[in-house]
């Protein structure tokens, strides 16, 4: 029986899979929702092409779905569906500590009758950022809350200096409010690592995003 990661090509989701693969489950695809607008990553601004690269680096399946505001839930369930007739067993989430955001997964889950799987719920958020470095991810800062981080960590590397900046600034290690989102580029789960060679910095409605301009998988 097989399982899917809540897919946003960011550090916590792919954390969770990779804690999930760690415990024994079989992951084999990732389900990742994008704009039906703009076609990137919903809350990261992450482009559509950059995550079909990333399931070429990593080897799983990337089922991708187009998702609305106002009917993002069931758009997620539609995308699910098929694989539940595939033998979707359960889906794998990287949420930690917010109450709402695991409570809307296990509905979702209850919904398809499959499990809700939450690696890294209730974890220590500063043990679960030094965790994921130490275990050799790599992953850049794609959006932050301009009231939150500055500008100048907008395509940043995670790293311990950055989580002195989160902690001095009383900013959630894991950024799990909104503080900020990634874009994990190499590590255990990646057969080839992904070099992001040039991006920008744009601001749109109270947020930082990096416009990623050209990037490909490392020879």
Same mark, same amino acid.
């Given at each position: 029986?097989?399982?899917?990661?809540?897919?946003?090509?960011?550090?916590?989701?792919?954390?969770? @899979?990779?804690?999930?693969?760690?415990?024994?489950?079989?992951?084999?695809?990732?389900?990742?929702?994008?704009?039906?607008?703009?076609?990137?990553?919903?809350?990261?601004?992450?482009?559509?092409?950059?995550?079909?690269?990333?399931?070429?680096?990593?080897?799983?399946?990337?089922?991708?779905?187009?998702?609305?505001?106002?009917?993002?839930?069931?758009?997620?369930?539609?995308?699910?569906r098929p694989l539940v007739e595939k033998g979707l067993r359960g889906m794998i989430f990287g949420d930690i500590y917010v109450p709402e955001n695991r409570a809307w997964a296990?509905?979702?889950?209850?919904?398809?009758?499959?499990?809700?799987?939450?690696?890294?719920?209730?974890?220590?958020?500063?043990?679960?950022?030094?965790?994921?470095?130490?275990?050799?991810?790599?992953?850049?800062?794609?959006?932050?809350?301009?009231?939150?981080?500055?500008?100048?960590?907008?395509?940043?590397?995670?790293?311990?200096?950055?989580?002195?900046?989160?902690?001095?600034?009383?900013?959630?290690? @894991?950024?799990?409010?909104?503080?900020?989102?990634?874009?994990?580029?190499?590590?255990?789960?990646?057969?080839?690592?992904?070099?992001?060679?040039?991006?920008?910095?744009?601001?749109?409605?109270?947020?930082?995003?990096?416009?990623?301009?050209?990037?490909?998988?490392?020879?």
């Open positions: 029986m097989s399982y899917a990661v809540s897919w946003s090509g960011g550090k916590d989701c792919c954390f969770a @899979c990779y804690k999930a693969i760690q415990d024994g489950y079989d992951v084999r695809w990732l389900v990742n929702s994008v704009s039906d607008d703009y076609s990137r990553v919903r809350f990261h601004g992450t482009e559509a092409r950059l995550i079909q690269l990333q399931a070429q680096a990593t080897g799983f399946e990337l089922v991708q779905n187009r998702t609305s505001a106002e009917h993002y839930e069931e758009d997620f369930k539609r995308a699910l296990e509905k979702v889950c209850r919904d398809l009758s499959i499990e809700a799987v939450l690696p890294l719920w209730d974890h220590d958020p500063r043990r679960l950022f030094c965790d994921f470095i130490d275990a050799g991810f790599r992953a850049v800062v794609v959006s932050a809350d301009s009231q939150r981080l500055d500008r100048t960590w907008v395509g940043h590397v995670l790293d311990h200096e950055l989580l002195a900046w989160l902690e001095a600034h009383n900013v959630d290690p @894991c950024g799990e409010n909104g503080e900020y989102h990634t874009i994990v580029t190499d590590g255990p789960l990646f057969r080839r690592a992904i070099e992001i060679a040039e991006g920008r910095t744009v601001a749109i409605n109270g947020y930082w995003f990096l416009d990623t301009l050209t990037y490909g998988l490392r020879s």
